[in-house]
C-alpha cells in the first residue's frame, strides 16, 4: 500500500511553484503534488491545500450534493431566555442566551 495520495485537485499540475517541477531540462513538467498519509483521515489526506479542496469542490459540487442532498431545512430544539448581565463598567443590560434542549 502506498503512503501517499496524489493531490485530488483538478488544477493541482497548473501551479507554478519549484516543489511541482519534475523531469530534466527540455522537457520540464508541472506536476500533481504528493500528499503524504497520517494518521489524520480527513481532506488533507488527498488534497494539498485548501484551494485544491475548493477546486475540487467547485468543479464536482453536483455530484458532491448528489451524496446526500438536502431537501429539507435542519432544526435543533433551542430554549431561549433573556438574562440580565452587567458590563465591566457597571451598566447592566438584557442578552438573549440560547441554550440545546435536552432531549435525553
Ligand atoms: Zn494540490
Known amino acids: 500500500m502506498s503512503s501517499f495520495n496524489w493531490c485530488h485537485g ?4 497548473t501551479n507554478d511553484t519549484q516543489d511541482r517541477l519534475r523531469g530534466v531540462k527540455g522537457s520540464k513538467v508541472l506536476r ?3 500528499v503524504k498519509q497520517n494518521t489524520y483521515i480527513g481532506m488533507f489526506s ?3 491545500s485548501n ?7 467547485n468543479k464536482y ?3 458532491i450534493i448528489a451524496i446526500a442532498p438536502r431537501t429539507e431545512a435542519l432544526e435543533t430544539p433551542v430554549n431561549v431566555d433573556k438574562v440580565q448581565d452587567t458590563y465591566y463598567n ?3 443590560y438584557t442578552r438573549v442566551e440560547i441554550s440545546r ?4
Open 101 to 104: 434542549v435536552d432531549n435525553n
Open 90 to 92: 457597571g451598566q447592566s
Open 32 to 34: 500533481t503534488r504528493k
Open 46 to 48: 488527498y488534497f494539498c
Open 61 to 63: 459540487i453536483a455530484q
Open 10 to 13: 483538478p488544477t493541482c499540475h
Open 51 to 57: 484551494g485544491c479542496y475548493n477546486s475540487f469542490a
